[in-house]
């Protein structure tokens, strides 16, 4: 019996993997990974230094014991070089496999800005385990406290800089925006965000860019592991190690090897399928299909993950599914001001209006589109009461919507 085959073991992968054990035990399962195959939540990345986890500490399971959990077989550290979809077979460098259907859960990887300077190869990102290794090891390297430059101010970037800045170190943020987390939050709740990152000694560079990252200032060698960050607006930094957070970009390359449908992801339907028969994409990877708007988002989140695995799973078993996203807020992991947030839809935003209210020490904004109906919200600082009153708000607004066209 040909398996089901998964390209990918992020939580993607491994939760389409364990939702398709519930339904079904028998058909073989085959999962590809690049890596070793160890289970860990990617959020927990950005998170870490301050609860000084080390990287071992955030693998909960390695593929043996995921193997043994979901009755698959695992290849690890194995490069998927092309996949034939009218033979419903796939190459790789450890041969070739057929498959009955396959799955895209091949994530994102890091975007790299076009910066100048002899050391612009050695600024870090992390996008795995791996990554963050590397960057625990180059701040282990350099000393107690030291001087950390991180490029985006965007949700992983504010994360980032929350938590090396609990853990001791000096943190610069660098965003081209005019404040912290400005493509997800209205204003009031970046505001609010801003103050407290600076309330906790993190330095703002807002409104500018990295131009250049240099080992040598005016010919001078300033040492191999110290950098001097030059910002378009004409300050400089002087950092031990930089960052990059400026975001992610699905990983198309596989897809469009195969001649799948791709936009700024995987284009898939309803359902989670690609253009391919018998090939479904999810997670990082993946641009859905809404079926009540036809909308085509990007929605690197856990909750639409979790959604779109439990839909295709039921798909995998026969059960053709649709992927019924609901509004589920966005936690943002930044201890100094923890926000929850629900942003509108790209297309809903352009023609819908922001409406902000203080109470006490609380932020609320909520969001209504061209109809007047709540959209979305962001709440700073969140608390689990007021998020759950906020969505209950927005799922009240929508169903009164409904009645009123009825």
Known sequence: MKPITIIGSGMAGYT?????????????????????????????????FAQNKLPAQLVSQNAAKMAEQIGAHILQHTTVNRIDSARHVISTSAGEFEYAKLILAVGAQPIRLPIAGNAAEQVLSVNNVTDYTVLRESINSCGDKIRITILGAGLIGCEFADDLASAGHA??????????????????????????????????????????IDHTVSGQDIGPKTYQVSLANGNTIAADIVLSAVGLRADLRLAQTANIATERGIL??????????????????????????????VLPYIAPIMTAARAIARSLSGEITQIEFKPTPVIVKTP??????????????????????????????RFYDASNVMKGFAVAPQEAKIRAALLAEMQASASAAVEKVA
Request: with cysteine; proline share 7%; net charge negative.
């Open 268 to 297: 898939v339907d309803t359902t989670g399928l690609t253009s391919a028969e018998d090939v479904y994409a999810l997670g990082d990877c993946a641009q859905y299909t809404h079926a009540e708007d036809g909308s085509r988002p």
């Open 16 to 48: 389409v993997a364990r939702e398709f054990r519930k339904l079904d035990t028998t058909t073989p399962l085959l999962i590809i990974t690049g890596d070793d195959g160890g289970f860990y939540s990617k959020p927990m990345l950005s998170n870490a």
């Open 336 to 365: 100094s001001c923890p926000i929850a947030l629900v942003a509108p839809a790209p297309h809903i935003a352009a023609g819908g209006r922001w409406e902000h209210e203080l109470s006490g020490v609380t932020n609320i904004s």
């Open 171 to 212: 943190v610069t943020l660098v965003d081209p925006n005019a404040l912290p987390l400005a493509a997800l939050a209205p204003e009031p709740i970046s505001l609010a965000l801003q103050t407290a990152l600076q309330q906790r000694g993190i330095v703002m560079q807002l409104g500018t860019t990295a131009s250049s």
